[in-house]
């Protein structure tokens, strides 16, 4: 537990020295500074307002209304309706007995109420408090639907499709009432977007529940009822760590200011009235904005150089027409330009030493840049006979390039956070969209931002950010709701265009500080097509109608219903197996060659995307001094094994994946490492190419001693081992893939052996391929080596058990070694729940 308590100082307390025996902090993060703060606050703090159902005649909404017109057919009962509340679906017995809403759940109970209309549609929704008595269970949810009128089908077959509710809780069944707080860290509800709200009690059928109170809570509501403090707001789903203030209100601190010092701050507000936000230092104003527009971040560099060296009292003061206004202070950082000469390694490994020919030298920036869903077999580094990626061909000539990189997962939700944490899937515990990061793993971004370094994000999908827990350690994360796909012209899936942007221009006020940026693109993830030109690049101008007319044919043959590919999409993104193609009449080689001429385009865009990002380094100076690495997550399936899509297995088309490393002058130009190695291997390579020390939870290796000495790895301490991977099953498949089993697999001596857990008979338990002539897995030859399969079996076995024994530590069990404080700062930061 010593290291989490550590960890979690890291965040309260803040890096104070930014090199062995140097007094210059590279940060001053207000954030972390707050507890020392001086909050004048003259408002007290608003009692909470919110939405309260009742069933004892007090509630706040007493309508008597129901969702059906006069006449309509009831889906399967006659509804009641109490308070505005009624049995939509599988409830029995739905009454009011002392005081409360009571009733017995059936298949999928469903209660529905209508959200009253004069609430604020500007303002978002916080939380759903629920208080409730039931009598089994092990959840309760609640799901949204913003239609003006309920299609019962499609609302029914979309609840059935998702594997938890939209907001749910876990449960504690007994006798006595509980209250849930239902809550999404990882996502905001606009007021606006809610119509229908449909509560589900339990999801145990013939549970007795009595609901005492439905509160739904603004988040404008609920910040007024806190006290000022830091915490984890997003505006326009751009989310920055950040101090929450309220009008008329003064927050001021002592500092000791570095030799180049500037302040940085993003301002913003969720108010529709005006904020006025200034900056002080003593008794001078060297800032005002006045902020009228809502949900969007106004960024600012306050030069401090008149006060360097100096002992200063930094003031962030808060006005407004009324008293209680709510205003954010977004990444409140002083900032020191005057140390990236003089920073040294805090470690240093023989094989950083070779690497960098005896210098102390230290990359200013490092980039991680990840292309979501990208198999390294379509990159023409890697032989595909297309330039899919020139650019990234030319940065791996100039660098390292990793022939035989392996994910160890297979969908962007469990592979991403064991690469930003070299924890296998088996410590981190993820395995669903519901599970997160616990807060006792120390991120990459976090590493970085303990050493002072500006911390930068993207994520394309919610899985690689909040709702993963990844961004800790972020001091500024854009989710990709950020991206308006109307004003693109294009589908927002496209990102790395938006977000090479979004960094360069961060980028601008951060190229005199050391910084580390997770950059996570979408553009080889379906849909496939990309924008002009790259959508007609290889692929044919009749090919989209034809791909089209080949979905609509296999939707004839099997039924809307059918659930094809990830099931939960219709139109030309449905992804049919090859049985389903060839059962409508369709070739399926024809099929997926037209996916792979726009998947191939797609690589192209993103690949001038990074061509964009390199020359803006180079532009603002830094180009020699950054560290950029490029991986992918994942592969993705074109029929192969049969399917489409990703995370169905472990095959080489899953978890063979790029890797490369560019440093000017520093990483030798033109290394190609043969070596079988890890996506975990990336944090602890970049760690200690920038001279930081690697965290002993860390289960990858830094790859440094096969570049500093690719022919005698050994002599600077590398050992070779085994490369596995985890695939788990996912419930929400098991209907089109009958014959799913759990899957893992492990490489190594030149041979894959791929294990799946208690197949049925049609299926053998072990699976052995020639890793090197058989990459993708074709030609199974377990039978004609049983004692390499043995012998590779009981190394799997090893690994996974390895893994399993380093489970990283609960955040309930977290939360009993820290302060109630500490606690509650790091719920504030969204890092516990």
């Known amino acids: 537990m010593n290291r989490l308590v550590t960890r979690s100082l890291i965040l309260v307390v803040g890096f104070l020295a930014s090199c062995r025996g140097a007094p210059q902090p590279l940060s001053l993060r207000l954030i972390d500074l707050f507890d020392a703060a001086e909050v004048n606050q003259t408002v007290s703090i608003a009692e909470q307002e919110s939405l309260e159902w009742r069933f004892d005649g007090e509630g706040t909404i007493t309508p008597d209304q129901s969702v059906f017109d006069e ?37 999928l109970p469903l209660l529905h109420v209508l959200r009253p209309d004069d609430l604020d549609e500007t303002d978002f929704l916080h939380a759903i408090e629920i208080t409730i008595r039931v009598s089994e269970g092990t959840r309760i949810g609640v799901t949204f639907n913003g239609s003006e009128e309920l299609d019962d089908e499609q609302l029914l077959r979309n609840i059935r499709r998702s594997t938890v509710p939209t907001l749910y809780a876990e449960l504690e069944p007994g006798g006595d009432v509980q209250t849930y707080t239902l809550k999404d860290v990882a996502r905001s509800f606009p007021i606006a977007g809610i119509r229908h709200i449909f509560v589900q009690p339990s999801d145990v059928e013939g549970t007795e529940f009595d609901i005492e109170s439905v509160r739904m809570i603004p988040r404008k509501e609920h910040l007024r009822s806190v006290a000022s403090g830091p915490g984890w707001h997003g505006l326009g789903e751009i989310y920055r760590e950040t101090i929450v203030s309220r009008t008329p209100e003064r927050i001021s601190l002592e500092l000791e200011l570095p030799s180049e010092p500037w302040f940085e701050v993003a301002v913003g507000t969720i108010e529709t009235t005006p904020i006025t936000f200034k900056v002080e230092v003593g008794e001078t104003q060297l800032w005002q904005r006045t902020v009228t527009l809502p949900r969007r971040w106004e960024t600012k560099r306050i030069d401090l150089s008149d006060y360097a060296d100096q002992r200063v009292t930094l003031s962030l003061a808060l006005e407004g027409s009324e008293d209680g206004l709510i205003g954010f202070w977004g990444t409140p950082v002083v900032r020191n330009s005057g140390v990236l000469a003089t920073m040294k390694p805090r470690v240093s490994t023989d094989a950083r030493r070779a690497l960098a020919d005896g210098g102390v030298s ?47 997962a297979t969908w962007t939700k469990v592979s991403v956070p064991s690469i930003l944490s070299s924890l296998y899937p088996a410590s981190t515990g993820i395995v669903g969209i519901p599970d997160r990061l616990a807060s006792g793993a120390l991120t990459l971004a976090e590493a970085f931002r303990s050493a002072g370094y500006a911390t930068f ?27 308006d796909s109307d004003a693109l012209g294009h589908s927002s899936a496209k990102t790395a265009r938006t977000y090479v942007d979004r960094f360069l221009l961060w980028l601008d006020d951060h190229h005199d500080v050391p910084f580390f940026a997770f950059i996570h693109v979408f553009d080889p993830h379906s849909p496939f097509e990309s924008y002009p030109p790259y959508d007609l690049m290889w692929a044919s101008p009749t090919g989209k109608e034809d791909h089209e007319a080949r979905i609509a044919q296999v939707i004839e043959t099997f039924g809307d219903d059918i659930r094809i590919g990830d099931g939960n999409r219709r139109g030309p993104e449905l992804f049919p197996n090859r049985s389903e193609l060839k059962a409508s009449g369709i070739d399926p080689d024809l099929h997926v060659a037209h996916q792979l001429d726009w998947y191939d385009g797609s690589i192209r865009a993103m690949d001038a995307e990074v061509s964009r990002l390199i020359e803006g380094l180079q532009e603002r100076g830094i180009g020699d001094d950054t560290v950029f690495a490029f991986i992918s997550d994942h592969g993705e399936e074109f029929l192969e094994h049969g399917w489409n899509w990703h995370g169905n297995t472990v095959y080489g088309e899953m978890i063979n994946v790029p890797l490369m490393l560019w440093w000017p002058n520093v990483i030798p130009s033109g290394i190609v490492i043969n070596e079988t190695v890890e996506s975990i291997d990336l944090m602890p390579t970049l760690l200690d190419l920038s001279g930081l020390p690697v965290p002993e939870e860390a289960q990858g290796r830094s790859l440094l001693p096969l570049m500093a000495n690719p022919e005698n790895p050994a002599s600077l301490g590398w050992i070779p081992r085994p490369a596995i991977s985890e695939r788990k099953r996912m419930p929400s498949r098991a209907e089109r893939m009958p014959d799913d089993v759990d899957q893992y697999s492990i490489v190594w001596d030149g041979w894959k052996l791929v294990r799946n857990v208690d197949p049925p008979e049609s299926r053998p338990e072990f699976e052995l391929f020639d890793h090197r002539t058989d990459p993708l897995n074709l030609d199974n030859v377990a039978a004609d080596h049983p004692e390499i399969v043995q012998r590779l079996g009981e190394q799997l076995s090893e690994r996974l058990r390895f893994a399993e024994a380093r489970r990283i530590v609960s955040d309930d069990d977290l939360a009993e070694a820290l302060s109630p404080e500490e606690v509650q700062r790091l719920r504030r930061l969204g890092y516990i729940r």
């Open 457 to 483: 994000q993207t994520s394309s999908v919610q899985f690689s950010g909040k709702l993963s827990n990844l961004h800790q350690g972020v001091e500024v994360l854009h989710e990709r709701a950020s991206i």
């Open 71 to 107: 006449g309509q057919e009831r889906p399967e009962q006659e509804l009641n309706s109490f308070v505005g509340w009624t049995a939509y679906r599988d409830i029995d017995n739905l009454q009011v007995r002392d005081e409360r809403l009571s009733g017995v759940t059936g298949e």
């Open 362 to 408: 230290l990359p200013q920036g490092v980039i991680v840049f990840l292309g979501d869903t990208l198999r390294r077999d379509r990159l023409d580094a890697y032989g595909h006979s297309r330039q899919t990626a020139p650019v990234l061909s030319r940065l791996s000539r100039e660098g390292a390039r990793f022939s035989d990189a392996i994910s160890q």
